[in-house]
């Protein structure tokens, strides 16, 4: 399986093995950076972070497929998060969670394959500047 089928397999298993994974995806982020919680106080309703999740899946979608939009959209959300107060180093933490939370759900069944197929992946994006 190419790199692209393997992330392509980890999202189906996810979505199919445990639905929405939003929660798992924040309980990631928070538990390794307990700090960047307080920044998504005013959002009350989540929709600040779901509209996150939305925005990474497809970016990961088109990194492993067409390759035509996620690479600008990193690249002016990583600038656009300084002016949130998100420090620079944590950006890349986000998807680092995302892979986390997925590793966390697939339990058993995520593979060797899946892990270098993410890591390429996380490597391509924090090369995004
Ligand atoms: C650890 C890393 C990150 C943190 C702590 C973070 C934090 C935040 C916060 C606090 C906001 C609300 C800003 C405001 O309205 O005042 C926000 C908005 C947003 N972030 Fe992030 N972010 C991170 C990474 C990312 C990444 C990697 C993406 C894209 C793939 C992204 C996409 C967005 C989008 C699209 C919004 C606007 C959502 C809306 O207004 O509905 N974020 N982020």
Same mark, same amino acid.
């Given at each position: 399986?190419?790199?692209?089928?393997?992330?392509? @397999?980890?999202?189906?298993?996810?979505? /199919? =093995?445990?639905?929405?994974?939003?929660?798992?995806?924040? &309980? !990631?982020? *928070?538990?390794?950076?307990?700090?960047?919680?307080?920044?998504?106080?005013?959002?009350?309703?989540?929709?600040?972070?779901?509209?996150?999740?939305?925005?990474?899946?497809?970016?990961?979608?088109?990194?492993?497929?067409?390759?035509?939009? @996620?690479?600008?959209?990193?690249?002016? /959300? =990583?600038s656009?998060?300084?002016?949130?107060?998100?420090? &620079? !180093?944590? *950006?890349?933490d986000?998807?680092?969670?995302?892979?986390?939370?997925?590793?966390?759900?697939?339990?058993?069944?995520?593979?060797?394959?899946?892990?270098?197929?993410?890591?390429?992946?996380?490597?391509?994006?924090?090369?995004?500047?």
């Amino acid at each position: 399986m190419t790199d692209g089928a393997l992330i392509l @397999a980890t999202l189906e298993a996810v979505a /199919e =093995r445990h639905g929405d994974p939003t929660a798992e995806i924040y &309980a !990631e982020l *928070f538990a390794a950076h307990p700090k960047l919680e307080k920044l998504f106080w005013l959002d009350r309703d989540g929709s600040v972070r779901a509209a996150m999740v939305q925005q990474g899946l497809e970016c990961i979608l088109d990194q492993v497929g067409e390759g035509r939009t @996620a690479v600008t959209i990193m690249a002016d /959300e =990583r600038s656009r998060h300084h002016g949130y107060g998100v420090p &620079a !180093e944590r *950006f890349d933490d986000f998807m680092i969670a995302i892979r986390n939370a997925f590793r966390r759900i697939l339990g058993e069944a995520w593979t060797g394959g899946m892990e270098r197929a993410w890591q390429c992946l996380l490597a391509e994006f924090a090369a995004i500047r």
